[in-house]
Nanobody, 111 residues
Framework: VQLVQSGADTRNPGASVKVSCKTS????????VHWVRQAPGQGLEWMGR????????AYGENFQGRVTFTADTSTSTAYVEFTSLRSEDTAVYYC?????WGQGTQVTVSP
C-alpha cells in the first residue's frame, strides 16, 4: 500500500492550493481517506475525510467552508483543495488511510 502526495507549494495569502494523494496497492473505494495537518510546533490536526466510493465527506469543525475533498476513482487519487489561505495554514499536510500515511506536503503561505 502506498500513498504518494504532490510536492511542496508556496502561495500568497488569499490564494488557493490543491494537494493530491495518489494511492496504490489496495482497493481505493474500500477505505476512507483522511486528511491531517501539522503546523510548525503544533500537534496533528484532523481536517476531515472522504469516502471514495460515494464521495461522502466529513469536515473538521475548523475547516468547514474552506476545504473541499474530492476523489477520482479512475486514478485512485484523493485531493484536498484549500481556499482563502492564511499564514496560519502553513503546515505539512498528510493523507492517510489511518494504517498508511502519505509522505506529507509542505504548504507555505507567505506574502
Amino acid at each position: 500500500v502506498q500513498l504518494v502526495q504532490s510536492g511542496a507549494d508556496t502561495r500568497n495569502p488569499g490564494a488557493s492550493v490543491k494537494v493530491s494523494c495518489k494511492t496504490s496497492g489496495y482497493s481505493f473505494i474500500s477505505v476512507y481517506v483522511h486528511w491531517v495537518r501539522q503546523a510548525p510546533g503544533q500537534g496533528l490536526e484532523w481536517m476531515g475525510r472522504i469516502d471514495p466510493e460515494d464521495g461522502g465527506v466529513a469536515y473538521g469543525e475548523n475547516f468547514q467552508g474552506r476545504v473541499t475533498f474530492t476523489a477520482d476513482t479512475s486514478t485512485s487519487t484523493a485531493y484536498v483543495e484549500f481556499t482563502s489561505l492564511r499564514s496560519e495554514d502553513t503546515a505539512v499536510y498528510y493523507c492517510t488511510t489511518l494504517t498508511t500515511w502519505g509522505q506529507g506536503t509542505q504548504v507555505t503561505v507567505s506574502p
